[in-house]
């Protein structure tokens, strides 16, 4: 098993350029999600996903977008790119909702983004 | 909504001796909570998780603590080892409904051979 697989680990963009995180899991997980993670911020919650066809916002979710499918893929996608988007992103998916215990996020390597 | 807090940004702990981590979260309309370690680089993983039903949950060196009048978790890691060094992270269910996980500002964590 792959597990959680990004791409691309790192991409540069210009202001108002747009762009897709990709993100797939092997695992059969229905819940899948996107981070960042931002110096002394911790990891906020931008999108998620509990089954195909289901999306909801998180805590940090302007400037994105997201759709879910298919049970293994959960791209992100930047509009128009700004430099507050500068971070590391993650996706992560779990068996069961977060909250559970089947709700263990595995988590993928990441992607760095940088926005000039 | 909830929220999580780890007040202490970083900590240093000599090889051998306890590392305590501490985490504060405020909703507790859900009752399960979770440690994660990150290491440069790479994501972060699971390392231990906690039900409400328990105030203490034991793997090998890791035990976590649960003090939900409190609303308090602690990470204790005994013995520390330098591998141990890494962004260790809680986190908890957010605060109106499933699928949200929140997790606080992280601690450093640096052991000294």
């Known amino acids: 098993n792959a597990g959680v697989t990004q791409t691309p680990k790192f991409q540069v963009l210009k202001t108002g350029q747009s762009m897709t995180l990709q993100c797939a899991q092997d695992m059969n997980h229905e819940y899948m999600s996107w981070y960042r993670q931002d110096p002394g911020m911790g990891l906020r919650l931008i999108h998620y996903?509990?089954?195909?066809?289901?999306?909801d916002q998180g805590e940090v979710p302007n400037g994105y977008n997201v759709s879910r499918s298919t049970t293994e893929d959960f791209p992100l996608r930047l509009l128009s790119a700004a430099p507050s988007q500068t971070s590391v992103y993650f996706c992560?998916?779990?068996?069961?909702?977060?909250?559970?215990?089947?709700?263990?996020?595995?988590f993928g390597e990441g992607s760095r983004l940088t926005v000039l | 909504d909830q929220q999580v807090k780890q007040n202490s940004p970083s900590l240093s702990v000599q090889e051998g001796r306890i590392s305590i981590l501490n985490c504060d979260y405020t909703n507790s309309m859900f009752d399960y909570f979770l440690w994660y370690k990150k290491y440069p680089a790479e994501g972060p993983t699971f390392l231990i998780s906690?039900?409400?039903?328990?105030d203490k949950n034991e793997d090998g060196r890791f035990t976590v603590f649960l003090n939900k009048s409190a609303k308090h978790l602690s990470l204790h890691i005994v013995p520390s080892q330098p591998g141990d060094s890494a962004v260790y992270f809680c986190a908890a269910p957010g605060g109106t409904s499933y699928g949200k996980l929140t997790f606080g500002q992280g601690t450093i964590l640096t052991v000294h051979p």
């Open positions: 906690i039900s409400s039903i328990k």
């Open positions: 996903s509990v089954g195909a066809g289901i999306t």
């Open positions: 992560a998916s779990s068996y069961d909702t977060p909250g559970t215990g089947n709700g263990e996020l595995f």
